[in-house]
C-alpha cells in the first residue's frame, strides 16, 4: 500500500508540473501572437493622426497635414508591428508616407494630389487598427462597377472606352492598395498587381487582343473579389516571433497528460478489486 501510495504520489506531481510547464508554454504562445497594449496604443495614435491628415487636407490646411505626415514617418521605425501587420506592411506604411511627403512638398501643390496621398495614409492606417472591418472594404462597390465597364467594354471591342475604365479601375485600385499590404497577404495583393500590369500593356497592343484582356481580367476580378471576402489561403500575417517549437512542445504535453490519466484511472481500477472481499455463493444443503 506504501508503494502504491508513492507511486500514485509521483504520479499527481508528474501531472501537476508537466500540466504547469503546458500552461506556461501555451501563455507564451498568446503572448507571442498578441501585440503588448503599449505597442497598440501606438498604432491607434498613429491612426489618429492619420485621420488628422485627411481632415485638414480636405480643408486646405497643407503645411499642417505636411507636418503631421512627417511625424508619422518618424514614427514608423520605432513602432513594433510583430503580430500587426507583416514585413509587407511595414515598407508599404513607410513608402507611402515618402511619397505623401514628396506630393506636399511640391512648390506648387496640387489639391487633388494632396487629397489622394492623404486618403491613402488614412485608410492604411485604418487597416491596422480595424483589421477585421477596414474602411477600405467600402471600395468594392466602386471597384465592381470598374470591372463592370472594363468588362463591357472589352466584349464591345471599344478601345478607347476599355482604357478609360482602366483608368478609373487602376486609380481606384491604387487608393486602397497600401491598406491591402497592411491588412492582406502580399501573395494575393502581387497576383492583382500582375494582372493589372497584363492588361495596361494589353491595352496598349495595336491591334488589341480581347480575348487575352478578358481572360485576364476574370482573374483580376476572381483575385479581388477574395480580398474583399478575405478568402486567402494563408493568414494575412503573422507574428515575427511565433514558430513551431511551442505548439510541438503542447503537444507533447498534452500527450503525456493524456497516458498519465489513463495510467491513474488503470490503477484506481485494480485498487478497487483488491478492496474487495471475495464472496462465494453457497450451495443448497450446506
Known sequence: MKLSGICLSAALAIIVIIGAGCSDSKVKLSLASVPDLADMKQVELFSQMADEVYEKTIKGAFPEARQQIILMGNMVPKMRLDGVTSLEGIQALANTLVQATTVFNAVRLNPDDALLAAAKIRLMADALTHPNTPMWIQYNKV??????????????KQAKAAQNSFIELKNHYETIRPALKVSRNNTSVAMIDSALTFLQSGLKKTPIEYVNLSSTLKQARESLERLFQNKTDETAYLPIILTDEPILIWSLCLGALIILTLAFVAWRKLQARHDIVPMRRKADGE
Open 143 to 156: 471597384i465592381q462597377e470598374d470591372l463592370n465597364n472594363l468588362e463591357r467594354a472589352i466584349k464591345q
